[in-house]
């Protein structure tokens, strides 16, 4: 606890110190970050491995390379994202200067998740630095090498006061939470999501979070099934399918259903092989926990395709479940493993009407050569994010906020969204000292002549034209004059 | 209570809300409320505010809202539409938009001092977004809760829209359902707590626009007496019972004794010599309220006014001098018609005292030299320079609070953007699958090589991504 407060304690002291303020600092720490990301990259790679037996291509395509394009996108855009924003005036501040000030929000904390150990931690720390604030990164310590390399190579390239790594389990994560921060962003799953929205709550902070849930992956009748197979196959069991936003479960007609899982077979022996287990490309659960849960799943399911195990590797075969029930388990909670369960639905309005009465997801999958079905299912749907034709890609553009609604979480980022979490928009408006007189028309004793004009400025619905406005000023003019003269008070302009 | 939640649930998941022409129907329902009710609108915010001249109350009640309903009814076809993004060089032929849905059934629980104002604002928004809502008004201003209780529902949709009227207990026991959003404004930071955590519960989304000590640094370069109008008008506006008032000024000992017979000038240009009579000046709006802030007058030396009734919870314009940071007007929100004044000995000085203490709503400086170093060197929820409350009125700038005054924000298109969520969405095409090829397992060391090339990441200039 007393730790906590001292990591804390000098992060916001730091802040405090104003140094993090300057785009030129920033910009010197992502610019180091971005060094440590390619100095340090075998190392990186390395512990990802150890974590997740993830093979080179997929930890670098996954974890390195998202981060290193935010941190390019940082530093190209990050002289326009802090600029203050000119805003539209009205009559009444017309000559008022009127905009909106990007300002750091404090001392923010980031929580990272196992799954995608480096990334998930990396990416939203490239947005609050470029931002301004200090960060507190707190990496999940289930994926513990990745973790423990964080807390390591933080710290020889990035401020240490500023950005200090705190590991730890749960009674660390519980004692962090009791401090104050400026924002919290999350991501895991929702029962902790509570924990962290009401320890938030106590100091009323505002908190992003990326939470997850099951994403449906609907296959629509009319559409090319190898490719969408395909496809499907790739963001399922990439990462041995514990990724936040993996199709977690099909539905499709039942006519379809055995073509689907034929189309899945042919794909996985083409990117695992014969043998899954020996391929260097497919990866490991994380640990024997969810190694044990997510076995459980397959209690009284019909396996169409795998569910072959090893409990001293982590090992689960890439598995396909057929005529899933609704009510079973394995379509109760987030599957976040290699299992893929199809239940079958007579119709797309079948489809809609079964997502919708589950909480909403983090994303939403549509297969179809029918571009009106799939602007019908996003319009008739709610999710957090939503890819047609193919899965995951939308987290890949950054320039789309990626987060969840209802269930599946609150707030968003990634790129500029990154940089607007973690920034403060503050209203500014500055007027002169001068030019009393068109203030008179609010100063009290009232009178129905102050309200007539008052309308006049404000209720605008009228176009405006350059003539109109200087028009329209001369008149407000006017009109202060008339009710001064009329009122008999002083003015002094 | 709970056949109205599942009535509202089962309308939203008819998507009735949904299309443009219901939306735009429903709010100029709302502006035909404030049109055709606007005498009893009036009325309703006199007896709960004190009998005051309805100008002030067609101003904030009336006005500031019809402002914002021209500006929704104006801008939400704009506002409604996909918002398409760049895409990057793998995307380059599907399309990429962020899509405006609605939250759901949301909850907007309302105050008491700008009672109308306060909930319509967020309703405008909460509907322009497509949702259904629950109106909590403040059951203080027990007038305006009735009006709003029994004829908001002759205007807008009942499948859609309903009005609660509770008190603590109840509207404690209202939290525990869930809701898609929750929208509160209030002053307490205590209530604005427990509302937070209730919405954890459900994972739901909340702002929460609440309050604090808004400072007015008065440099020592500056016109006094419009310094003194535009302060004072801020502070005795509604009788002190804005949460955007300057809350206390901050000056030198010079500056101070410059301001005061200015400050009387403007309080009696406004108010006439003698303010109870003046009919532009409000009452406190409880007993408690008037307790509550009667007990601060004991704060530095009264200046000018003081005077005070029970009877009628009439508190005189007052300006109090001297006041030291542990006098009992300087430990909370005073929300009422007196004005502590605390001198410093120059503006960095008042800079540090404003950073010792947490952030406001608002922030005020009043200087003649164009250097706002006070914006620079402090945070708070708004700011404005040389005028007070000034800034709320431009539906352009986002109105919400940091830190101990609240989170989020609203007014014009950020009311609306509150009450949406932002959809990421990409549209791919199912053809062109070789393009994909990069992507798929078996992973060569070629394979990861024509991939970075294909990210090819730049520092200047375009940054394409996978």
């Not at chain 2, 310094?227 to 506006?237: D, I, L, S």
């Not at chain 2, 901050?250 to 309080?267: N, Y």
Request: aromatic letters at 8%; charged letters at 25%; glycine letters at 8%.
């Amino acid at each position: 606890m007393e730790r906590m407060q001292q990591v804390v304690g000098r992060a916001r002291a730091a802040f405090n110190s104003g140094r993090c303020r300057s785009l030129e600092f920033r910009m010197q720490q992502l610019k180091a970050l971005e060094r440590m990301v390619q100095e340090k990259e075998k190392e990186i790679l390395a512990a990802i491995k150890a974590d997740l037996h993830k093979c080179g291509h997929n930890a670098y395509s996954h974890e390195i390379l998202g981060v290193l394009g935010e941190l390019a996108l940082a530093m190209d855009k990050l002289p326009s994202w802090a600029a203050p924003q000119p805003v539209k005036k009205n009559l009444l501040t017309m000559r008022d200067e009127a905009y909106i000030c990007p300002e750091p929000l404090g001392v923010v904390l980031i929580i990272g998740a196992w799954n995608y150990p480096f990334v998930l931690v990396m990416q939203p720390l490239v947005g609050a630095i470029a931002a301004g604030n200090a960060v507190v990164v707190k990496p999940s310590e289930i994926s513990e090498n990745t973790a423990r390399l964080v807390a390591d190579l933080l710290p020889q390239y990035l401020d240490r006061e500023l950005y200090p790594v705190v590991t730890g389990g749960v009674p660390e994560t519980t004692a962090l939470l009791t401090q104050r921060f400026d924002h919290i962003l999350y991501t895991g799953n929702s029962t902790v999501g509570k924990i962290v929205m009401a320890a938030a709550a106590k100091h009323l902070t505002p908190v992003t979070l990326e939470l997850g849930g099951k994403s449906p992956c609907y296959i629509d009748t009319d559409c090319d099934l190898a490719v969408a197979c395909r496809r499907i196959t790739w963001g399922k069991y990439m990462n041995c399918g514990q990724t936040c936003i993996a199709p977690d479960y099909i539905l499709c007609d039942p006519s379809i259903q055995s073509k689907v899982v034929e189309n899945i077979k042919v794909t996985l022996q083409e990117f695992y092989g014969e043998d899954v287990k020996s391929s260097p490309d497919y990866e490991r659960i994380i640990n024997k926990h969810h190694f044990k849960r997510i076995l459980g799943l397959l209690e009284g399911q019909k396996i169409a395709h795998g569910g072959e195990s090893d409990e001293a590797s982590c090992f689960i075969a890439p598995t396909i479940l057929t005529d899933v029930s609704a009510e079973s388990k394995v379509m109760e909670e987030e599957i976040f493993g290699p299992v893929l369960p199809i239940v079958t639905v007579k119709s797309v309005d079948e489809a809609i009407e079964f997502i919708n009465r589950r909480e909403k997801p983090l994303a939403l999958y549509v297969f179809s050569n029918n571009k009106k079905l799939i602007k019908r299912v996003i319009s008739e749907t709610s999710s957090g994010g939503f890819t047609g034709n193919d899965v995951i890609m939308h987290f890949f553009l950054s320039t789309l906020p990626f987060g969840g609604v209802g269930n599946s979480g609150m707030g968003a980022y990634h790129g500029k969204h990154s940089f607007e979490t973690f920034s403060h928009r503050r209203a500014c408006l500055i007027k002169d000292l001068k030019m009393e007189g068109t203030n008179k028309l609010r100063y009290p004793p009232g009178s129905q002549k102050k309200v007539d004009w008052a309308k006049f400025f404000l209720l605008k619905r009228f176009n405006k034209t350059r003539i109109g406005l200087i028009a329209l000023a001369l008149l407000g003019i006017v009109a202060a004059v008339v009710i001064k003269v009329s009122s008999g008070s002083l003015l002094s302009v | 209570r709970g056949r109205l939640r599942v009535h509202l649930r089962a309308t939203w998941l008819s998507g009735k809300t949904r299309p443009m022409e219901y939306r735009v129907a429903q709010l100029e329902a709302l502006g035909r409320f404030l049109d055709e009710k606007k005498q009893d609108i009036l009325e309703a915010t006199a007896a709960d505010m004190g009998k005051v001249r309805g100008i002030r109350a067609y101003f904030t009640e009336i006005l500031l809202c019809k402002n914002e309903l021209n500006d929704t009814l104006n801008n939400l076809c704009h506002w409604m539409k996909d918002e398409h993004v760049d895409k990057n060089l793998v995307t380059q032929l599907d399309s990429a938009f962020i899509r405006k849905d609605p939250y759901g059934v949301v909850l907007i629980i309302a105050p008491w001092n700008y009672p109308i104002h306060l909930f319509l604002v967020p309703l405008i928004g909460a509907i322009a977004a497509g949702n259904c809502v629950v109106v909590k008004p403040s059951e203080t201003s027990k007038n305006t809760e009735r009006l709003v209780a029994e004829m908001l529902s002759c205007y807008l949709d009942n499948d859609c829209f309903a009005v609660v009227t509770a008190g603590v207990e109840e509207t404690t026991r209202l939290l525990e359902n869930k809701f898609d959003y929750i929208f509160f404004t209030g002053m307490s930071r205590r209530v604005g707590r427990i509302i937070m955590t209730a919405a954890a519960k459900h994972l739901t989304p909340v702002t929460l626009e609440l309050g604090g000590k808004n400072p007015c640094y008065v440099s020592d370069t500056c016109d006094v007496q419009n310094v003194a109008r535009r302060v004072a008008w801020g502070r005795f506006f509604n009788a002190g019972q804005t949460c955007i008032a300057p809350d206390y000024v901050l000056c030198s000992v010079e500056m101070q004794e410059k301001l005061m017979p200015a400050l009387r000038e403007a309080i009696t240009e406004f108010f006439g010599s003698n303010p109870r009579e003046s009919p532009d000046f409000g009452r406190i709006v409880g007993d408690k309220q008037f307790r509550r802030i009667r007990a601060l007058l004991c704060s530095g030396r009264v200046a000018i006014g003081g005077q005070t009734d029970e009877k009628e919870r009439y508190i005189a314009p007052t300006v109090l001098a001297d006041v030291l940071p542990s006098d009992p007007a300087m430990q909370e929100e005073i929300f009422g018609p007196i004005l502590p004044i605390v001198v410093v000995a120059n503006m960095d000085e008042a800079i540090d005292f404003i950073n010792a203490r947490p952030r406001p709503l608002a922030i005020y400086a009043f200087s003649c030299d164009s250097k706002v170093r006070v914006l620079e060197r402090t945070s708070s929820g708004g700011f404005c320079g040389n005028d007070t409350l000034m800034h709320v009125t431009l539906t352009s700038l986002p109105f919400g609070g940091i830190g101990n005054s609240g989170l989020g924000k609203y007014h014009g298109k950020f009311t609306f953007d509150t009450f949406t969520h932002h959809r990421g969405c990409l549209h791919r095409n199912m053809g062109l699958e070789a393009l994909n090829a990069l992507r798929y397992p078996p992973y060569s060391q070629q394979k990861l090589g024509l991939l970075t090339a294909t990210f090819e990441i730049k520092r200047k200039g375009t940054c394409t991504l996978l």
